[in-house]
C-alpha cells in the first residue's frame, strides 16, 4: 500500500512538475511576443501547449501563437494556431484574415482567397482592405473571374479605386474581354483623369482603333487608284471622286479618334504618325 502511496505522489509531482513547467513556458513566450523575439515566442509557446496537461489557458492564446508564428515566418504553425483560434470562437475575422497572408506568402493563392472571404463574412464590421486584398490574391492565382468581381466591389467600395478598376481592366484583358475592357479604362479615366496607367492603355486602344480605320482608307483609295492604272476609271470620273471622297471620310474618323489617344497621351508618337499620314491625304 505504501509502495502505491509512493507511485502515486510520485506520478502526480510529475503532472505538477509538466504544468508548472508550461505556465512558466507561456509567461517566458508572452514576454517574448512583448519584446517582438517572435520565434522565440513561437517556440516557448508551441512547447507549453505540447505539455499543457489540464492547466486552463485562455482561448485567445491560440491567436497569440499563430500571430508569433506567422511574424517569424512559421507559415505552417500560422495556419494551424489561426484555426485554433477560430475552432474557439476568438478574433474569427482576424484569424481568418491572418490565414490569408500565411497562405499569400506560401503562393497558395485559391486559399488565401478563400480566407480572405471568410474574414470578409465574419468581420463584425465592413472592411475595404480585406475585399481589395482578396481580389489582389485572386488575380495572383489567375482566378480571374473573381478577380473582376472583387476589383468591381472595390471600386463600389471606393477603397483604392484608381488602382481597382486599373487591375480590373488588366484582368478582363487577360480573358480576352476587349468591350470590356475598353469601358473600364473609360469609367477609370472619367473617375480618375490623373491616373497615366489607364489613361495611356486607353490611348493605346484609341490608336488601335484609329489605325484599322487608316487602313480602311488606304485600302479604299489603293482600290481606287488600281482602277486607274488598270484604265477602268480615271482621276476625273464622278466615281474616282466618290471613291477618293469614301476614303477621306474613314481618314477623318480616324483623326478624330487619334486626337482623342494623344489627349489622353500627349507624347503617344504612333497617334502623331497616323495623324500625320491622315493630314496629308486630306490635305491633297
Request: proline share 1%; aromatic share 10%; charged share 25%.
Given at each position: 500500500?505504501?509502495?502505491?502511496?509512493?507511485?502515486?505522489?510520485?506520478?502526480?509531482?510529475?503532472?505538477?512538475?509538466?504544468?508548472?513547467?508550461?505556465?512558466e513556458?507561456?509567461?517566458?513566450?508572452?514576454?517574448?511576443?512583448?519584446?517582438?523575439?517572435?520565434?522565440?515566442?513561437?517556440t516557448?509557446?508551441?512547447?507549453?501547449?505540447?505539455?499543457?496537461?489540464?492547466?486552463?489557458?485562455?482561448?485567445?492564446?491560440?491567436?497569440?501563437?499563430?500571430?508569433?508564428?506567422?511574424?517569424?515566418?512559421?507559415?505552417?504553425?500560422?495556419?494551424?494556431?489561426?484555426?485554433?483560434?477560430?475552432?474557439?470562437?476568438?478574433?474569427?475575422s482576424?484569424?481568418?484574415?491572418?490565414?490569408?497572408?500565411?497562405?499569400?506568402?506560401?503562393?497558395?493563392?485559391?486559399?488565401?482567397?478563400?480566407?480572405?472571404?471568410?474574414?470578409?463574412?465574419?468581420?463584425?464590421?465592413?472592411?475595404?482592405?480585406?475585399?481589395?486584398n482578396?481580389?489582389?490574391?485572386?488575380?495572383?492565382?489567375?482566378?480571374?473571374?473573381?478577380?473582376?468581381?472583387?476589383?468591381?466591389?472595390?471600386?463600389?467600395?471606393?477603397?483604392?479605386?484608381?488602382?481597382?478598376?486599373?487591375?480590373?481592366?488588366?484582368?478582363?484583358?487577360?480573358?480576352?474581354?476587349?468591350?470590356?475592357?475598353?469601358?473600364?479604362?473609360?469609367?477609370?479615366?472619367?473617375?480618375f483623369?490623373?491616373?497615366?496607367?489607364?489613361?495611356?492603355?486607353?490611348?493605346?486602344?484609341?490608336?488601335?482603333?484609329?489605325?484599322?480605320?487608316?487602313?480602311?482608307?488606304?485600302?479604299?483609295?489603293?482600290?481606287?487608284n488600281?482602277?486607274?492604272?488598270?484604265?477602268?476609271?480615271?482621276?476625273?470620273?464622278d466615281a474616282?471622286?466618290?471613291?477618293?471622297?469614301?476614303?477621306k471620310?474613314?481618314?477623318?474618323?480616324?483623326?478624330?479618334?487619334?486626337?482623342k489617344?494623344?489627349?489622353?497621351?500627349?507624347?503617344?508618337q504612333?497617334a502623331?504618325?497616323?495623324?500625320?499620314a491622315?493630314?496629308?491625304?486630306?490635305g491633297?
Amino acid at each position: 500500500m505504501k509502495k502505491v502511496f509512493v507511485l502515486m505522489a510520485a506520478l502526480l509531482l510529475s503532472v505538477f512538475s509538466f504544468a508548472q513547467d508550461a505556465a512558466e513556458k507561456i509567461n517566458q513566450a508572452n514576454e517574448a511576443l512583448k519584446a517582438e523575439d517572435y520565434a522565440k515566442a513561437f517556440t516557448l509557446y508551441d512547447e507549453a501547449m505540447k505539455n499543457i496537461g489540464d492547466v486552463q489557458v485562455e482561448p485567445a492564446i491560440n491567436f497569440n501563437i499563430g500571430f508569433a508564428a506567422y511574424k517569424s515566418n512559421n507559415l505552417e504553425g500560422a495556419v494551424e494556431y489561426f484555426d485554433k483560434a477560430i475552432e474557439a470562437g476568438v478574433n474569427i475575422s482576424k484569424s481568418h484574415e491572418y490565414k490569408a497572408l500565411a497562405y499569400n506568402d506560401k503562393e497558395d493563392y485559391a486559399s488565401a482567397v478563400a480566407s480572405y472571404e471568410q474574414a470578409i463574412a465574419t468581420a463584425e464590421e465592413d472592411d475595404p482592405a480585406l475585399v481589395f486584398n482578396a481580389a489582389i490574391a485572386a488575380y495572383r492565382g489567375e482566378l480571374l473571374d473573381k478577380a473582376v468581381v472583387l476589383f468591381s466591389k472595390s471600386a463600389e467600395n471606393n477603397y483604392r479605386g484608381e488602382t481597382a478598376l486599373y487591375y480590373k481592366a488588366v484582368t478582363l484583358r487577360k480573358q480576352n474581354k476587349d468591350a470590356e475592357y475598353k469601358a473600364t479604362l473609360e469609367e477609370g479615366v472619367e473617375k480618375f483623369p490623373g491616373d497615366d496607367r489607364m489613361s495611356k492603355a486607353l490611348a493605346g486602344i484609341y490608336v488601335s482603333e484609329g489605325n484599322d480605320i487608316y487602313k480602311k482608307g488606304v485600302a479604299i483609295l489603293t482600290a481606287a487608284n488600281e482602277k486607274v492604272s488598270s484604265g477602268a476609271i480615271s482621276t476625273s470620273d464622278d466615281a474616282y471622286t466618290a471613291e477618293v471622297e469614301k476614303a477621306k471620310s474613314e481618314f477623318r474618323s480616324a483623326v478624330e479618334i487619334l486626337e482623342k489617344a494623344k489627349t489622353l497621351d500627349a507624347g503617344n508618337q504612333n497617334a502623331q504618325k497616323l495623324i500625320d499620314a491622315c493630314n496629308t491625304v486630306l490635305g491633297s
